[in-house]
């Protein structure tokens, strides 16, 4: 039985183990921390908008970069992800988002420089999410963003058709070259 118990225990800390098996492994050594703020999001109003497990995932590129895959953020940047959070709210209610699933959200700036992200990334103050989405976004979502993006602080941000980053630092845009010009909101019309 205890052999048994360690193999199952050794197995959910394997890459090749199913998200949902390590996030419950990584969990367990976290349970105070996860809890915490997990509490904070519904003392807000915005837990449940997104699943815990996907808020918490740390980026694409974890196991290239020697990093964790789930990261809980520290307590001071907290405050930063509720108003994202409503925003990606927003977003999915009036149809502009499909299915959206979190590939990155609160990095370590080591993490971050490995990542290829930018050294003011809103991943490191906690209000960025990068999305896989289910669809290729398409023209409603940058009509969206230009007619209440200002007004929500939106930032959109695409590294493809089907993955798009989101902030509330600021009314602005940009493509894979972290430029204006190659935003698919200046192409889509």
């Known amino acids: 039985m205890a052999v048994a118990s360690l193999l199952a225990a050794c197995e959910a800390g394997s890459p090749r183990a ?4 390590r996030y419950e492994a ?49 307590r001071k940047a907290w405050q930063a992800m509720p108003a994202t959070l409503r925003l990606v709210s927003t977003l999915r209610a009036a149809g502009v988002i499909a299915r959206p699933t979190v590939a990155s959200s609160f990095r370590t700036p080591g993490f971050n420089r490995c990542e290829g ?15 896989d989405l289910g669809t290729a976004a398409d023209r409603r979502l940058c009509a969206w963003w230009r007619a209440h993006g200002a007004e929500h602080r939106f930032g959109l941000g695409f590294y493809s058709p ?17 430029t204006r010009r190659t935003s698919l909101c200046r192409a889509i019309r």
């Open 162 to 178: 089907t993955r798009i980053h989101v902030d509330t630092a600021g009314f602005r845009t940009w493509g894979r070259d972290h």
């Open 117 to 131: 992200g930018s050294a003011k990334s809103r991943h490191l103050a906690n209000n960025a999410l990068d999305f």
């Open 18 to 21: 199913p998200s949902q098996t």
């Open 26 to 74: 990584w969990r367990e050594t976290r349970r105070a921390d996860v809890d915490a703020y997990q509490a904070f999001l519904q003392a807000r109003g915005v837990a449940g908008i997104l699943p815990l497990q996907e808020l918490l995932r740390s980026g694409r590129r974890w196991r290239h970069c020697g990093a964790s895959e789930f990261a809980v953020p520290p």
